[in-house]
Antibody
């Protein structure tokens, strides 16, 4: 059974940093691209970042480019999101998602999310 | 960047009705278009990938069509369990963009 468990969320002050983690199990992690997608309270889905199976292809939404860094450790079956210079508008539920293939294309399976609140 | 315009933003229909949602891309995206369902308080679920391919286990009343810039998502006979918000999403590797969502309610 595919499992994606996000962690690392919490309350953080504007301008500070936070690192999210996603522990994957139940599938061959290094066969699949992975994503971070967020959803602000009461709002729609916003894709944040994606990474191909071998980290050779990485993309970011304009809203986070230069502040967030996605990475993966295939030996540890883990996905990460380093979030720097956080802003109030980054407040959201952050989902980790598994693609349907090795390239960035579609979020085929989602975790339950970890909540990030940016506030002073 | 490619923008996705989804309409309507909400709709109300009766059980058994045919429901159609459209999604328009700001430029040609071939068939690189996916559709998701998100029920209240739950994580999204992929329903259709590459414009018209039904994900495994998804009921056949859901379908998708289109290519280029104009896409359609259809529920052939709305069921009570289909109450959710539906999103389109394009991919232009390594970038993805979601549409704004369509909230589907029962009349």
């Amino acid at each position: 059974e595919v499992q994606l468990v996000e962690s690392g969320g919490g309350l953080v002050q504007p301008g500070r940093s936070l690192r999210l983690s996603c522990a994957a199990s139940g599938f061959t992690f290094d066969d699949y691209a992975m994503h971070w997608v967020r959803q602000a309270p009461g709002k729609g889905l916003e894709w944040v970042s994606g990474i191909s199976w071998n980290s050779g292809s990485i993309g970011y939404a304009d809203s986070v480019k230069g502040r967030f860094t996605i990475s993966r450790d295939n030996a540890k079956n883990s996905l990460y999101l380093q979030m720097n210079s956080l802003r109030a508008e980054d407040t959201a539920l952050y989902y980790c998602a598994k693609d349907i293939g090795g390239a960035v294309a579609a979020a085929g399976y989602w975790g339950q999310g970890t909540l990030v609140t940016v506030s002073s | 960047d490619i923008q996705m315009t989804q309409s309507p933003s909400s709709l109300s229909a009766s059980v058994g009705d045919r429901v159609t949602i459209t999604c328009q891309a700001s430029q040609d995206i071939s068939n690189y278009l996916n559709w998701y369902q998100q029920k209240p308080g739950k994580a999204p679920k992929l329903l259709i990938y590459d414009a018209s391919n039904l994900e495994t286990g998804v009921p056949s009343r859901f379908s998708g069509s289109g290519s280029g810039t104009d896409f359609t998502f259809t529920i052939s006979s709305l069921q009570p369990e289909d109450i959710a918000t539906y999103y389109c999403q394009q991919y232009d590797n390594p970038l993805l963009t979601f549409g704004g969502g369509t909230k589907v309610e029962i009349k």
